[in-house]
Each structure stands twice: as C-alpha cells, then as structure tokens.
C-alpha cells in the first residue's frame, strides 16, 4: 500500500475500474494523492503487479462486512440426539 510497493512499473486501476496503463510508482502514488485515495497493490503476482487506486479504510470496513455476513449465513451443523431404552410396553 502506497510508499510500501517497490517494483516499478505497476499496471493502474482507477477507482471506476478504468485501466490507467503501466506507470511508475512514483507516478502511480502521485497520481492517487491528488485524487486523496491510496494506491493498494491487488495482485503482486502479476507481471507487472496490478495496484489500485482506492479509498482503503473503505475497502477494508465493506471487506469485514462481507465476511460477517458469509459468517451469518453459513450453514451450522447440529447435532441431533436419539435415545433408546431396552423396554417395550404394550399399547
């Protein structure tokens, strides 16, 4: 996230999702400070790594609430008890 990515050049992502092209990350950081986001590395894999431009508390509190609903709505499993005893009544 911002001055901690250290390979240059990065492929930009704008906050729309638009393509900005390969840039340096001097460039890069530049360009999101005049925006007032931050620039996120998304997939440092890639050649080159893909960053984003992007408000990151933002994308963090929407990312904690996704989970907790994933959390909500999974399945639990229940344990189910059967009891049974040798006698046998008539009816």
Known sequence: MNRQIRISPVRVIAPDGKQLGILP??????????????LVEVAPQA????????????????????QREARKKQHQVQVKEVKMRPGIKEH
């Open 25 to 38: 990350v001097e460039q890069a950081l530049a360009l999101a400070e005049e925006m007032g986001l931050d």
């Open 47 to 66: 050649r080159p790594p893909v960053c984003r431009i992007m408000d990151y508390g933002k994308f963090k509190y929407e990312e904690q609430r996704r």
